[in-house]
């Protein structure tokens, strides 16, 4: 039986404690090589052009916007890209989904839903946080498609329907179209809404 060779990952910076967790946790399991952690911001592409890794795990409160997930799938696509946030609703995950994130889930996750995760996104499957049952969200779990993510970030961006299909050369109702499905994916109603989940 031949060895297979360990996934390589990067974790992004995060608190001490989830810091130190997911270091721990990594490093237990022998088919998993951390080849570098803590890594700001800032230093994320150059980081991820250097190592090469099959899988970075990023911090969700360290981004600007989703946008920044899309860049670097652009960027690094043979790199997965796992999301970890503080309490990610169900619409912020289909948008980390949307723009090219693996994974999304919550820091506060059981350390094997974390690797079970790692290890799928590896192979390229997707994850999402398990369902909270408390919360209804109208469309079910559909993800964005990479058109409607495109209008998403120009409408987050403040852009108006007008200046949406002139920047993606399309009708107006067709910009209109696509914000019906992306309130409708998210479970939104209002502009507003869509731009303070940025």
Do not use: W
Not at 98 to 111: D, E, I, N, P, V
Not at 142 to 154: F, I, N
Not at 160 to 178: C, D, P, Y
């Amino acid at each position: 039986m031949t060895a297979t060779a360990p996934i390589t990952l990067i974790l992004a910076r995060f608190e001490d404690i989830v810091s130190r967790g997911l270091r721990s946790l990594i490093e237990e399991d022998p088919n998993l090589r951390l080849v570098d952690h803590d890594v700001d911001h800032d230093r994320l592409p150059h980081v991820l052009k250097h190592h090469s890794p099959r899988v970075a795990v990023l911090n969700f409160g360290s981004l600007s916007s989703a946008a920044e997930i899309r860049e670097l799938t652009q960027s690094f696509p043979h790199t997965r890209l796992v999301v970890l946030a503080n309490r990610p609703t169900a619409a912020e995950s289909r948008q980390m989904l949307a723009f090219g994130a693996t994974a999304c889930l919550g820091k506060s996750s059981q350390s094997r839903d974390v690797l079970h995760a790692i290890h799928l996104a590896s192979r390229g499957l997707h994850v999402l946080p398990p369902a909270d049952p408390s919360i209804f969200m109208p469309g079910g779990p559909d993800v964005l498609t990479p058109r409607e993510a495109d209008v998403l970030e120009l409408i987050q961006a403040g852009r108006s329907n007008a200046e949406i299909a002139h920047a993606l050369n399309v009708g107006v109702e067709t910009v209109r179209t696509h914000a019906r499905r992306i309130y409708r994916k998210l479970g939104v109603s209002t502009r507003r809404e869509l731009r303070t989940r940025r």
